[in-house]
Nanobody
Framework: QVQLVESGGGLVQAGGSLRLSCAAS????????VGWFRQAPGKEREFVAT????????YYADSVKGRFTISGDNAKNTVYLQMNNLKPEDTAVYSC???????????????????WGLGTQVTVSS
């Protein structure tokens, strides 16, 4: 059974940083896409970033480019999301997800993923 567990969320002031972790069990990241999504209250879940494990390609939402970095540790079966220069509009529940290798057009949407974690809250105060 595949399980994804996120950690690292919290309360931070605008301009601050957080690093989120997504630890997987029951499945390795080999030949997978591992993505981060977020959902703010009253809004739909939106794509943040993804990493293609085979090859290491990464994709980011325009709203986080230059501020967020996705990376992974194969030995720890963990994916990270380093978030710098956080803004109040980054406040949301952040979830990681894993799915098979698909085109960038698919892995930047929720339909590209089969398994999801429960999420971790990130709150950015102004």
């Amino acid at each position: 059974q595949v399980q994804l567990v996120e950690s690292g969320g919290g309360l931070v002031q605008a301009g601050g940083s957080l690093r989120l972790s997504c630890a997987a069990s029951g499945r390795t990241f080999s030949r997978s896409a591992v993505g981060w999504f977020r959902q703010a209250p009253g809004k739909e879940r939106e794509f943040v970033a993804t990493i293609i494990w085979s090859g290491g390609s990464t994709y980011y939402a325009d709203s986080v480019k230059g501020r967020f970095t996705i990376s992974g540790d194969n030995a720890k079966n963990t994916v990270y999301l380093q978030m710098n220069n956080l803004k109040p509009e980054d406040t949301a529940v952040y979830s990681c997800a894993i799915g098979p290798l698909r085109t960038p057009a698919v892995v930047t949407t929720t339909r590209g993923y089969d398994y999801w974690g429960l999420g971790t809250q990130v709150t950015v105060s102004s």
